[in-house]
């Protein structure tokens, strides 16, 4: 028996916008019979970015809706993309005469419905635009993927370009930046135990007491290795080994890191991670510029952690990183 504070499992997604809503209602607004979170701010013609996916993975994407980052996020169900209406309608009410801008994670289902939307949108004259993010190095092809997933290093994506949308960049600016950017963000994750969708009495999968796995995705999805649980500083190792040949770095290299949470690991142990990270990269003679710590892009219960990697080789990648935003979670 898996424990969970719910009503009926089928609301649950819901529910959650309606208490996203009711606790930060000064930041951001639900379209009414949707599962959009908008931003509460006065249109000024900018460049809207939108992002989205299936639910389970807050504070993402809800949590980056305001001024400085996103114009909106679709939930979907848990881990299940949004449908291409309620994309639509999210671009359709995010847009402010500029175009709108999709960050979308590399996952089959949320690129059809995107791109769908985006085709449906610009049937009625609303210029619209993306990005597939594939940060995650753990594994080439996985369960609904073609490709790289799509995992926490889209945060940096959302920052990044909300900035420059900030900024006042056009639609067509923001595709270039974006196609420069995401080429130089790498994930790898670890987890400790499974995760339980709502409704579920059964983990998606089970590991050992004293077992870990490198590499599992943000639903699940199987990794690259098990084995015997590590200490932080083993851990560490492992996952920046990975990034950083994957990077071919070289020293004083500049980066931008994120330690991810993934919903049951204590803040307590992604600081101890964090700091093995902050010694290993300096005695690689490497360069920390901007560290996040924290739960970003979860998978409910999940413990574990993932680290992301942003190769600063623009500067204005660290100004957008260091720029301040009105968000829920950033």
């Given at each position: 028996?898996?424990?969970?504070?719910?009503?009926?499992?089928?609301?649950s997604?819901?529910?959650?916008?309606?208490?996203?809503?009711?606790?930060?209602?000064?930041?951001?607004?639900?379209?009414?019979?949707t599962?959009?979170?908008?931003?509460?701010?006065?249109?000024?013609?900018?460049?809207?970015?939108?992002?989205?996916?299936g639910?389970g993975?807050?504070?993402?994407?809800?949590?980056?809706?305001?001024?400085?980052?996103?114009?909106?996020?679709?939930?979907?169900?848990?881990?299940?993309?949004?449908?291409?209406?309620?994309?639509?309608e999210?671009?359709?009410?995010?847009?402010?005469?500029a175009?709108?801008?999709?960050?979308i994670k590399?996952?089959s289902?949320d690129?059809?419905?995107?791109?769908?939307?985006?085709?449906?949108a610009?049937?009625?004259?609303?210029?619209?635009?993306?990005?597939?993010?594939d940060?995650?190095?753990a594994?080439?092809?996985?369960?609904?993927?073609?490709?790289?997933?799509?995992?926490?290093?889209?945060?940096f994506?959302?920052k990044?370009?909300?900035?420059?949308?900030?900024?006042?960049?056009s639609?067509?600016?923001?595709?270039?930046?974006?196609?420069?950017?995401?080429?130089?963000?790498?994930?790898?994750g670890?987890?400790?135990?499974?995760?339980?969708?709502?409704?579920?009495?059964?983990?998606?999968?089970?590991?050992?007491?004293?077992e870990?796995?490198?590499?599992?995705?943000?639903?699940?999805e199987?990794?690259?290795?098990?084995?015997?649980?590590?200490?932080?500083?083993g851990?560490?190792e492992?996952?920046?080994?990975?990034?950083?040949?994957?990077?071919?770095?070289?020293?004083?290299?500049?980066f931008?890191?994120?330690?991810?949470?993934?919903?049951?690991?204590?803040?307590?142990?992604?600081?101890?991670?964090?700091?093995?990270?902050?010694?290993s990269?300096?005695?690689?003679?490497?360069?920390?510029?901007?560290?996040?710590?924290?739960?970003?892009?979860?998978?409910?219960?999940?413990?574990?952690?993932?680290?992301?990697?942003?190769?600063l080789?623009?500067?204005?990648?660290?100004e957008?990183?260091?720029?301040?935003?009105?968000?829920?979670?950033?």
């Amino acid at each position: 028996m898996i424990k969970k504070i719910l009503n009926n499992p089928e609301n649950s997604v819901d529910e959650m916008i309606d208490g996203v809503v009711q606790s930060h209602s000064k930041l951001v607004k639900r379209i009414p019979e949707t599962g959009i979170i908008q931003r509460s701010l006065e249109k000024t013609g900018k460049v809207a970015i939108i992002s989205g996916g299936g639910s389970g993975h807050e504070p993402a994407h809800a949590g980056f809706v305001g001024k400085g980052m996103l114009s909106a996020a679709v939930c979907g169900a848990v881990f299940t993309s949004p449908t291409p209406d309620q994309i639509l309608e999210a671009i359709k009410a995010a847009d402010e005469g500029a175009g709108v801008f999709l960050v979308i994670k590399n996952y089959s289902g949320d690129i059809m419905n995107f791109e769908m939307a985006q085709e449906l949108a610009e049937m009625e004259d609303i210029k619209v635009d993306s990005i597939i993010v594939d940060d995650d190095i753990a594994v080439e092809d996985s369960l609904y993927t073609q490709g790289k997933r799509g995992v926490a290093g889209t945060i940096f994506v959302h920052k990044i370009l909300g900035y420059a949308a900030e900024q006042g960049q056009s639609i067509e600016e923001i595709k270039k930046l974006a196609e420069a950017l995401v080429p130089n963000i790498k994930t790898v994750g670890v987890a400790l135990t499974g995760v339980t969708t709502p409704g579920s009495n059964e983990p998606s999968f089970t590991l050992a007491d004293d077992e870990i796995e490198y590499g599992v995705g943000i639903h699940g999805e199987p990794g690259y290795r098990r084995e015997k649980l590590q200490s932080s500083q083993g851990l560490s190792e492992e996952l920046l080994t990975k990034l950083l040949k994957e990077f071919d770095a070289k020293a004083q290299d500049r980066f931008a890191i994120i330690v991810n949470g993934l919903g049951g690991t204590p803040l307590m142990e992604q600081y101890v991670f964090a700091n093995d990270v902050h010694k290993s990269m300096k005695e690689h003679d490497l360069v920390i510029d901007f560290s996040k710590v924290g739960n970003l892009m979860t998978s409910l219960e999940m413990q574990g952690l993932s680290l992301t990697l942003l190769r600063l080789n623009e500067a204005f990648y660290l100004e957008a990183l260091e720029a301040p935003v009105d968000t829920i979670s950033w």
